[in-house]
């Protein structure tokens, strides 16, 4: 199994930007789609993005859409997350997973149940 961990989350204001990585042990980490999520407290896990293995297709929730930008690097085993203009709304834990679905598509990548290998989590404060 994959082991994935978080880091770059923090406390900031709103407006401001932060970029999240995702370091993957897995040497064979360009076979994998991978996704961002986030926790809010007391709401369910949601979807933020994905980006597919050699990370020329992603696909983002509308809450994001325009302020977030996902990207990986292959050599370093590593995906990141940019969000810009962070709003309060924003404030969760932001985990990312391995895709394990045989198809890449919008429809699918937003499901939770199509992940495994989460991370521990990054948590993002935006204080407004």
């Known amino acids: 199994q994959v082991q994935l961990v978080e880091s770059g989350g923090g406390l900031v204001q709103a407006g401001a930007s932060l970029r999240l990585s995702c370091a993957a042990s897995e040497h064979k980490f360009d076979n994998y789609a991978m996704g961002w999520f986030r926790q809010a407290p007391g709401k369910e896990r949601t979807f933020v993005a994905s980006?597919?293995?050699?990370?020329?297709?992603?696909y983002y929730a509308e809450s994001v859409e325009g302020r977030a930008t996902i990207s990986r690097d292959n050599t370093t085993n590593t995906v990141y997350l940019q969000m810009n203009n962070l709003k309060p709304e924003d404030t969760a834990v932001y985990y990312c997973?391995?895709?394990?679905?045989?198809?890449?598509?919008?429809?699918?990548?937003?499901?939770?149940?199509?992940?495994?290998?989460w991370g521990q989590g990054t948590q993002v404060t935006v204080s407004s």
């Open positions: 997973a391995v895709y394990k679905a045989l198809v890449y598509t919008r429809l699918l990548v937003a499901l939770g149940t199509q992940y495994d290998s």
């Open positions: 980006i597919n293995r050699s990370g020329d297709k992603t």
